[in-house]
């Protein structure tokens, strides 16, 4: 079945340093998600690509829809207290477009 | 219409027991998710509605489970016998369907199997 891993699964950085995750699906997407889930939350969405090659920014957050559309990648620059959280894509594909959330990074930042 | 919003958001049962949750989707939104969630890793589909419909159930989802959205609104999933392993959150979300499918979560709710 369709599959969508991420890596890391972890990144502990000192505030001000970049962030990145990166996100692999097993199939071809119709489009990408990001999502955040603060820890005891739920996720919260991030952002949606849809281009093959698409690049979408939001502040410090830069996202990436890769050429054959099976990947993404998710940049944090300068980091901040306040971007701690479990990052999540999640793909929209499959014989009935379900969407399927990879398997997250988990952001630490160290004031 | 504030948002997605389950019941209830917590649930201690005995093992062996039958439990149903409920998930209220906001309201113009034809798709509703199921997805399992444990501790340190992402959301498991479970199940997905498109409209009444049930177009997809997990293949790992054993015959204890079953989800309904009888009138295209509110869902419930039900899982029959608990065992100690279905313990984990069970979240609910819901989307529009065509290009813009970002999905909205309620607050999940908790499964304490004893």
């Known amino acids: 079945g369709q599959q969508v891993m991420q890596i890391p699964q972890y990144q502990h950085v000192q505030e001000g340093e970049d962030f990145t995750t990166y996100c692999n699906s097993s199939t071809t997407l119709s489009n990408i998600q990001w999502y955040k889930q603060r820890p005891g939350g739920h996720p919260v969405f991030l952002i949606q690509?849809?281009?093959?090659?698409e690049v979408k920014k939001q502040k410090r957050l830069t996202f990436q829809f890769g050429e054959a559309k099976k990947n993404s990648s998710l940049h944090i620059t300068a980091t901040q207290t306040t971007d701690v959280g479990t990052y999540f894509c999640?793909?929209?594909?499959?014989?009935?477009?379900?969407?399927?959330f990879g398997t997250g990074t988990l952001l630490a930042v160290q004031p | 219409d504030t948002g997605v919003s389950q019941d209830p958001r917590h649930k201690i049962t005995k093992r062996g027991q039958n439990v149903t949750f409920r998930c209220d989707p906001i309201s113009e939104h034809n798709r509703l998710y199921w997805y399992r969630q444990t501790l340190g890793q992402g959301p498991e589909f479970l199940t997905y509605f498109q409209n009444e419909a049930q177009l997809e159930k997990s293949r790992l989802l054993s015959d204890r489970f079953s989800a309904e959205r009888p009138k295209g609104s509110f869902s419930t999933l039900e899982i029959q016998r608990t065992e100690q392993g279905d313990s984990a959150m069970y979240l609910c979300?819901?989307?529009?369907?065509?290009?813009?499918?970002?999905?909205?979560f309620g607050q999940g709710t908790r499964l304490t199997v004893v």
């Open positions: 999640a793909g929209d594909g499959g014989a009935t477009n379900k969407l399927i």
């Open positions: 979300a819901s989307s529009h369907d065509g290009l813009n499918t970002e999905a909205f």
């Open positions: 690509l849809v281009k093959s090659g």
